[in-house]
T-cell receptor, first 111, second 111 residues
Framework: DGGITQSPKYLFRKEGQNVTLSCEQN?????MYWYRQDPGQGLRLIYY???????QKGDIAEGYSVSREKKESFPLTVTSAQKNPTAFYLC??????????FGPGTRLTVL | EDKVVQSPLSLVVHEGDTVTLNCSYE??????LLWYKQEKKAPTFLFML????IEKKSGRLSSILDKKELFSILNITATQTGDSAVYLC???????????FGKGTLLTVNP
């Protein structure tokens, strides 16, 4: 996992609730990423941040929000606007190179 | 239309077999292609390929890229049950360091 931690490991949410997934890294990497993985699917990019106080939408940003106030932290909020939030969420970090290193993931289930 | 296509989607072999996993891509400004192994949690980095025809090797795993035909293969020789995993291929295009993933190949190695 290389210095990237995600919490919680499992998260249950009721419909209509916002939840925040934590991602912390001690690798001193500039760039951080959030991906969503559904069964039988590859990873799809939600948001990414290449530097503190800046972030961009990925391919499936609707219903999600992020912040990047500190270099080591990139929390993801899954809002009630996200229609199908049940999935495995992966956070990654990388220096300004192509290789990204992943955290252990958070499995979110909507009840 | 998917930019990164992996085949086969799943594969079952016996220990000792050799397998070849395929990844084809279609992007406009190719930078690199990455292979990851995912065992029910975070993907772990295997290889990054940027140049055609140069084989990357790590133990029983090897990979090569063909930029003319727009594909890469991942070979695993003398497979072991511990090789059972989803193998993900991802492509980086442009200078935004975003990864576009294929759906993955689920490899099952039976004893």
């Amino acid at each position: 996992d290389g210095g990237i931690t995600q919490s919680p490991k499992y998260l249950f949410r009721k419909e209509g609730q916002n939840v925040t997934l934590s991602c912390e890294q001690n690798l001193n990497h500039d760039a951080m990423y959030w991906y969503r993985q559904d069964p039988g699917q590859g990873l799809r990019l939600i948001y990414y941040s290449q530097i503190v106080n800046d972030f961009q939408k990925g391919d499936i940003a609707e219903g999600y929000s992020v912040s990047r106030e500190k270099k080591e932290s990139f929390p993801l909020t899954v809002t009630s606007a996200q229609k199908n939030p049940t999935a495995f969420y992966l956070c990654a970090a990388g220096e300004r190179t192509d290789t990204q290193y992943f955290g252990p993931g958070t499995r979110l289930t909507v009840l | 239309e998917d930019k990164v296509v992996q085949s086969p989607l799943s594969l079952v072999v016996h220990e000792g077999d050799t397998v070849t996993l395929n990844c084809s891509y279609e992007v406009t400004n190719f930078r690199s292609l990455l292979w990851y192994k995912q065992e029910k949690k975070a993907p772990t980095f295997l290889f990054m390929l940027t140049s055609s025809g140069i084989e990357k090797k790590s133990g029983r795993l090897s990979s090569i890229l063909d930029k003319k035909e727009l594909f890469s293969i991942l070979n695993i020789t003398a497979t072991q049950t511990g090789d059972s995993a989803v193998y993900l291929c991802a492509v980086v295009e442009g200078s935004n360091y975003k990864l576009t993933f294929g759906k993955g190949t689920l490899l099952t190695v039976n004893p």
